[in-house]
């Protein structure tokens, strides 16, 4: 079975510039989260959605947002980009609402300049 | 709130040698954590995870843990590391968020590195 799987696997952008991450959860999951990963941290959670529905959001500023289509899949957006959100964007899915158990994906590594 | 302290943030080891790497949580509420791997490039794997039952858990790749209460720690354990073993260990604790879902809350990470 495929795991979670992420699109592009690298982007480069320029300041000011809007990007669209996707995420595509395991077969059978209907929570995906996503997590902002920068070089030498831990991964710090942005948001998590279960059925369409936002079920929690980190500390991020409203540049950041996202959805959950009806098949499960899902975008990251990221307008007016700062050289500070350079990092590897993780997407995690995981089974049920309660989205405890997560599974991830490879992640896209996003670089501004 | 929630917290998560990897003392170590490098550990090196000789091969087939036993590793121990630490992780201290801090929880208000019901404790579930977790051990995931990054090998270079690449996303996180699930290690092993700690949701309730006996406090000694065993994952992949010959890994085990151990959920102590008392001490607030979790650490992981491997009675004998190979080459491949190296890579970057975080230790997570998973908390309610306000929309009924549950995130994950990351320690800082600890490198092994294994030497021949």
């Known amino acids: 079975d495929a795991g979670v799987t992420q699109s592009p696997t690298h982007l480069i952008k320029t300041r000011g510039q809007q990007v669209t991450l996707r995420c595509s959860p395991i077969?059978?999951?209907?929570?995906v989260s996503w997590y902002q990963q920068v070089l030498g941290q831990g991964p710090q959670f942005i948001f998590q959605y279960y059925e369409k529905e936002e079920r929690g959001r980190g500390n991020f500023p409203d540049r950041f947002s996202a959805r959950q289509f009806p098949n499960y899949s899902s975008e990251l957006n990221v307008n007016a980009l700062l050289l500070g959100d350079s990092a590897l964007y993780l997407c995690?899915?995981?089974?049920?609402?309660?989205?405890?158990?997560?599974?991830f994906g490879p992640g896209t590594r996003l670089t501004v300049l | 709130a929630q917290s998560v302290t990897q003392l170590d943030s490098q550990v090196p080891v000789f091969e087939e040698a036993p590793v121990e790497l630490r992780c201290n949580y801090s929880?208000?509420?019901?404790?579930?954590l977790f051990w995931y791997v990054q090998y270079p490039n690449q996303g996180l794997q699930l290690l092993l995870k700690?949701?309730?039952?006996?406090?000694l858990v065993k994952g992949i790749n010959g890994f085990e843990a151990e959920f102590n209460k008392s001490q607030t720690s979790f650490h992981l354990r491997k009675p004998s590391v190979h080459i491949s073993d190296t890579a970057e260990y975080f230790c997570?604790?998973?908390?309610?968020?306000?929309?009924?879902?549950?995130?994950?809350?990351f320690g800082t990470g600890t490198q092994l590195k294994v030497e021949l």
């Open positions: 997570a604790v998973s908390a309610p968020s306000e929309g009924g879902g549950n995130k994950l809350t």
């Open positions: 929880s208000s509420v019901s404790v579930y």
């Open positions: 995690a899915s995981s089974l049920d609402s309660g989205g405890l158990t997560q599974y």
């Open positions: 077969s059978g999951h209907k929570s």
């Open positions: 700690y949701l309730s039952g006996s406090t």
